[in-house]
């Protein structure tokens, strides 16, 4: 494929009676999805229509450097018009026959591919530049269809594979030229391989996988601490290593008024059975509020009423001494 020029003595050209209903299903579709926004008048639909059916050659010529095939014939933007305002006027009509439509669409960017890469390449483009005007030229009509409705564009999200298809046909197109096919046959495979691609990824919700790898993480930690909690509930204290310093306000603040008749209000009272033998707090017991202990050396700490100091220096407060 390095002599691009004399592969293609020309590009793949469709009738021109075909390629304005290609056009026209593209103004079609746009006209359909801008008449279901509120807002946009009779002329912002129109525009909406024209710019999804001739947009994708307009971007494609403006890449190549060459004038709009659109701006070259006036029946481009007298068929793109004409099929807008059908597609606003008569759209609940023409939801009934929408597999025709999809059926449509699915060739019209088989066609717009094959028409894009192959006069990319005769212009004596890279196969990889061709491949993206190809598909640019496939799916522009689309992408401006998005931004002129101020809407994230549908091509960047997950969805029915619509670019992906294009791409695959327009690669099968430059596969075949390049073991010397002649241009019509392989554009002619190009487009098909595109429609069946697109059409099956309609029918059957194929799409590409959405990018998970931030979200998995954060569902990773919350499933971390769905589990700890789930265990602190059923065995009383957290045993699974924790961050510490997430706890130690929790470990530092208890409850300085706890209820009557819990273990620290019986504590608080002088009640001699509310503590062990060392004054410490008792530990919890299944199905009571989880005592949370990240730190062997807990239990070692002075209850609420106890004198922080250590024993030999409490002998001289002794009322026997």
Not at 169 to 177: F, I, K, M
Not at 221 to 242: D, F
Not at 303 to 316: F, K, V
Request: aromatic share 4%; charged share 15%; net charge negative.
């Amino acid at each position: 494929m390095g002599k691009n020029g004399e592969v293609l003595a020309g590009t793949f050209q469709t009738p021109l009676p075909i390629d304005l209903i290609a056009v026209g299903v593209g103004s079609l579709q746009g006209a359909m999805f801008a008449a279901g926004f509120k807002r946009i008048d009779l002329l912002g639909v129109a525009i909406i229509g024209i710019a999804s059916g001739i947009g994708g050659g307009f971007l494609r010529d403006i890449l190549l450097g060459v004038t709009p095939a659109a701006f070259s014939e006036n029946l481009y933007l007298v068929v793109a018009t004409g099929a807008a305002f059908i597609g606003m006027l008569l759209s609940r009509l023409l939801q009934k026959v929408d597999p025709v439509i999809t059926v449509l669409d699915a060739l019209s960017i088989g066609m717009f591919g094959a028409i894009g890469t192959t006069k990319a390449l005769s212009m004596g483009m890279p196969v990889v530049p061709a491949l993206f005007i190809g598909t640019v030229s496939a799916v522009g009509g689309g992408v401006l269809r998005d931004v002129m409705l101020n809407i994230p564009i549908a091509l960047m999200h997950v969805g029915s594979l619509y670019a992906v298809a294009s791409l695959v046909g327009v690669s099968a197109l430059v596969a075949l030229l390049a073991l010397g096919v002649p241009v019509v046959v392989a554009s002619v495979v190009c487009v098909v391989v595109t429609a069946v691609l697109r059409l099956l990824a309609v029918r059957f919700g194929w799409s590409l996988p959405e990018q998970r790898a931030l979200s998995r993480i954060r569902l990773r930690r919350q499933r971390q601490v769905e589990q700890v909690i789930e265990e602190a509930l059923h065995t009383g204290a957290i045993t699974l290593p924790i961050d510490l310093s997430t706890l130690a306000d929790l470990g530092e603040d208890e409850d300085p008024d706890p209820e009557p008749g819990s273990a620290g209000g019986a504590s608080s009272a002088g009640g001699a059975g509310s503590t062990n033998s060392t004054g410490a707090a008792p530990r919890s017991t299944p199905g009571a509020t989880p005592d949370v202990r990240p730190d062997p050396l807990w239990d070692m700490r002075p209850g609420p009423n106890e004198d922080p100091r250590p024993l030999r220096d409490r002998t001289g407060d002794s009322p026997e001494h």
